[in-house]
C-alpha cells in the first residue's frame, strides 16, 4: 500500500476529529540546525495526532537535558515529492519523516541524506528492534532511514460478538482459513467469509497490492519478497502467480466476497470494512487491512473496540511455519549532521518518544521493549503484540518499489484485473513492462 496516499486520507479525517490543532505549512526557510543555530527544524506528514505526541515529548526530554536547542517541526503534504525538491534546490529540513524506503535511497543517492550509525545506539537498536526494519533504512551497509513510528498491515478483523457467537476458530495456516471459510459458507447465512474493497479518492487498487504483499511473504518469506521488490523477481514468475492464483480463489470464488466480484472495485476501502458491523447480522465475517483501519469504523464501534472487534495475523502458509509481518511507517532521515541535530536524532531514536503520543493517537513504536500499557486499549496492544512477535519486518512491497510501479502500474493493473478489464497474465506483463529500466 502507498503509505502516503493512505496518509492523505487520514489527514483529512484527522483534522476533523482534531480541529483543535495547528498545521503549519512549510516555509520557505530549511535547514534550520545549521551552522550556529540552536533550532532544528523537523518536516512530517504524519497524522497530526501522532506528530502532537511526539513534539510534545521530545520538548520534555530536551528540556530534561536542559538544553537550549528549539524545535520547529512542520506538517508538509506530499513529503516524499517535496523533500526531492527541496534537496535539489538546496532548502531542507534537518530531518524528515520519510513514509517511502524508496525515497530515502533516492535522498541517498542525491547525497543528501547522512548515515545514523555513528549517531544512534546500533547495538540497543538492534536488540529491541524486529528483524528486518533496520533493513529497510540500510543502503550500502549504512543506515540512513530509521523506523520513528510503524503501522502493521496483513491483519484480519473481526466482529467480535458475531464471530463468538458462531463459534468460530482463529485459523493457524492459509488451508485452516480456507477450511473456516467453507465452513462459514456452509452456515447457510448471507454472511460471507469476506468483505473487500480496493477503492480508494485518488489511488484505486493499493489494497489489491496489500493482498498480493500479505501472501507473498508468507508463501515465500524475506529472501523472494525482497527480491520481487528489486525485480529480480518478475511479476511474470511462478511465485507471483501462484500468489494471484490464492487471490482469486479468494476474492473471485462466488460467495465468497460480499457483493462478488463485481463489487470489489468500486467498494472503498474506508467503508468495506463496515460490513462487519451490520445488524442484526453481519454482511461479512473477516475483513483484511492494516492496524489504521479501525479509525475508519463506525463511531459507535469506535467508542467500544475492544468488546467490539477481534483481530488476528492472517496466518502463515503453513501450521508452525515462518511468521513475517508486513509493515510501514515513517523513517527518521538526517539532513544536516551538525551537533544540535544529532541531539536530536538520538533522542528520537529512544523508544520513550512514543510516550506522549501512544496514548492519544494511532500511534504504535516500532520498539519492543515500548511501554506497551501507554497504548489506549487492548486492541492496539494485539497489535503491537502481533509485530513485535514477527519472525521478520518487511516493508510495504509497493512503497518499496519504484513510484512508476509501486504507485502506478502495480496498482492500476490490479484494478483492470479485479474488473476483468486484462488476464492476470497480461496485468503481470505489463507491469513488468513499466518498470524503469535503471531500477531492474
Not at 225 to 243: C, G, L, T
Request: with cysteine; aromatic share 10%; proline share 7%.
Amino acid at each position: 500500500m502507498r503509505s502516503q496516499a493512505r496518509r492523505v486520507t487520514l489527514l483529512g479525517a484527522a483534522l476533523l476529529v482534531g480541529a483543535g490543532l495547528t498545521v503549519t505549512a512549510c516555509s520557505s526557510g530549511g535547514g534550520g540546525g545549521g551552522s550556529g543555530s540552536t533550532t532544528v527544524t523537523i518536516w512530517s506528514s504524519v497524522d497530526p495526532p501522532v506528530k502532537a505526541g511526539l513534539e510534545k515529548q521530545l520538548v520534555a526530554e530536551l528540556g530534561a537535558q536542559k538544553s537550549n536547542i528549539k524545535i520547529n517541526w512542520q506538517t508538509v503534504t506530499n513529503i516524499n515529492q517535496l523533500i526531492i525538491t527541496k534537496i535539489q534546490a538546496g532548502n531542507t529540513p534537518d530531518i524528515a519523516y520519510i513514509p517511502q524506503p524508496g525515497v530515502v535511497a533516492q535522498m541517498v543517492n542525491l547525497g543528501a541524506a547522512k548515515p545514523l550509525n555513528s549517531v544512534v545506539d546500533m547495538s540497543s537498536l538492534q536488540q529491541n528492534m524486529v528483524p528486518g526494519m533496520l533493513q529497510a533504512g540500510t543502503i550500502n551497509g549504512k543506515l540512513y532511514g530509521l523506523l520513528g513510528s510503524a503501522n502493521v498491515k496483513g491483519l484480519v478483523w473481526y466482529n467480535k460478538p458475531a464471530w463468538t457467537a458462531a463459534g468460530w476458530q482463529t485459523p493457524t495456516s492459509i488451508p485452516a482459513l480456507t477450511t473456516l471459510m467453507s465452513q462459514m459458507k456452509a452456515k447457510g447465512s448471507a454472511t460471507a467469509p469476506w468483505c473487500l474493497g480496493v477503492n480508494s479518492t485518488g489511488s484505486p487498487g493499493w489494497p489489491a497490492t496489500d493482498w498480493f504483499e500479505t501472501l507473498m511473504m508468507r508463501d515465500y518469506g524475506p529472501t523472494v519478497y525482497n527480491d520481487w521488490i528489486a525485480h529480480k523477481v518478475k511479476f511474470v514468475s511462478p511465485q507471483v502467480e501462484n500468489v494471484a492464483s490464492q487471490f482469486s480463489q479468494i476474492a473471485f470464488t462466488p460467495g465468497n466476497v460480499y457483493g462478488g466480484r463485481t463489487a470489489i472495485p468500486t467498494n472503498g476501502f474506508d467503508t468495506a470494512g463496515n460490513g462487519l458491523f451490520t445488524t442484526p447480522t453481519p454482511k461479512c465475517w473477516m475483513y483484511m487491512q492494516g492496524s489504521f483501519i479501525t479509525g475508519f469504523f463506525p463511531a459507535s464501534v469506535q467508542k467500544s473496540l475492544d468488546t467490539s472487534v477481534g483481530v488476528f495475523y492472517f496466518p502463515p502458509a503453513t501450521e508452525g511455519g515462518q511468521k513475517p509481518v508486513e509493515g510501514g511507517g515513517d523513517m527518521i532521515t538526517m539532513l544536516n549532521d551538525t551537533p544540535n541535530v544529532e541531539t536530536v536524532v538520538k533522542l528520537l531514536a529512544q523508544p520513550q518518544i512514543g510516550n506522549d503520543a501512544a496514548p492519544t493517537s494511532s500511534f504504535i513504536s516500532p520498539f519492543k521493549n515500548f511501554n506497551a500499557s501507554l497504548y489506549p486499549n487492548n486492541t492496539t496492544r494485539s497489535v503491537a503484540s502481533i509485530m513485535y512477535s514477527a519472525d521478520d519486518f518487511l516493508f510495504d512491497a509497493s512503497d518499496a518499489m519504484p513510484a512508476q510501479v509501486g504507485a502506478g502500474s502495480f496498482w492500476s493493473q490490479m484494478v483492470a484485473w479485479i474488473g476483468n478489464q486484462v488476464s492476470i497474465n497480461q496485468a503481470l506483463a505489463n507491469i513488468d513492462q513499466s518498470w524503469p529500466a535503471t531500477s531492474s
